[in-house]
T-cell receptor, first 121, second 113 residues
Framework: GAVVSQHPSWVICKSGTSVKIECRSLDFQATTMFWYRQFPKQSLMLMATSNEGSKATYEQGVEKDKFLINHASLTLSTLTVTSAHPEDSSFYIC?????????????????FGPGTRLTVL | LAKTTQPISMDSYEGQEVNITCSHNNIATNDYITWYQQFPSQGPRFIIQGYKTKVTNEVASLFIPADRKSSTLSLPRVSLSDTAVYYCLVGVRFSGGYNKLIFGAGTRLAVHP
């Protein structure tokens, strides 16, 4: 299956700093990527949809100025947590659909990255 | 998007077959059913996807009755490494758009020796 990577896998930062998380589709093109957040023992919560070359679409209750998303290429989306605070500590996961031309859309399967553990002190 | 309902948890033993049923009474005509597996501190891993009847791959089988209001993920001969959370998702597939997946609580499967 298609591979999605995330960097870094974990990060610890001080309160008030900004942290950037990268999501890459390694062997396919993804014009659309998704960002999720997951707290311990809870399910994944969709934060936003990242669209290549256009603005991200945020879910209700997610602050767009707090969680900046950039999708500048067909294989890379970044999530920046600005002025991070301890309550932003969570597991952030991205996903992407294989939208490589010629491969078709027979399954529309989403592939998930390994996640990034953010700890804000 | 159709809401799904699954058991919160299940227990099994090594070597047994495990069947996890998911209810999606409001599934729409264009909706596909997808199952993911998630281990702690990892991203979900795609297991299987289907639209109707039965789908089988090297990992699992997916049974979908004619009315498509439920589906059953079948894991043959589970091992300890199958201990994980299993999510059933229903989403629309349409060209030019995207499938926005909304995760429910999932089913925590514990496999015992």
């Amino acid at each position: 299956g298609a591979v999605v990577s995330q960097h870094p896998s974990w990060v610890i930062c001080k309160s008030g700093t900004s942290v950037k998380i990268e999501c890459r589709s390694l062997d396919f093109q993804a014009t659309t990527m998704f960002w999720y957040r997951q707290f311990p023992k809870q399910s994944l919560m969709l934060m936003a949809t990242s669209n290549e070359g256009s603005k991200a679409t945020y879910e209700q209750g997610v602050e767009k100025d707090k969680f900046l998303i950039n999708h500048a290429s067909l294989t890379l989306s970044t999530l920046t947590v600005t002025s991070a605070h301890p309550e932003d500590s969570s597991f952030y996961i991205c996903s992407a659909r294989d939208q490589t031309p010629g491969r078709g859309t027979s399954t529309d399967t989403q592939y998930f990255g390994p996640g990034t553990r953010l700890t804000v002190l | 998007l159709a809401k799904t309902t699954q058991p919160i948890s299940m227990d099994s033993y090594e070597g047994q077959e495990v069947n996890i049923t998911c209810s999606h009474n409001n599934i729409a005509t264009n909706d596909y059913i997808t199952w993911y597996q998630q281990f702690p501190s990892q991203g979900p891993r795609f297991i299987i996807q289907g639209y109707k009847t039965k789908v089988t791959n090297e990992v699992a089988s997916l049974f979908i009755p004619a009315d498509r209001k439920s589906s059953t993920l079948s894991l043959p001969r589970v091992s300890l490494s199958d201990t994980a959370v299993y999510y059933c998702l229903v989403g629309v597939r349409f060209s030019g758009g995207y499938n926005k997946l909304i995760f429910g609580a999932g089913t925590r499967l514990a496999v015992h020796p």
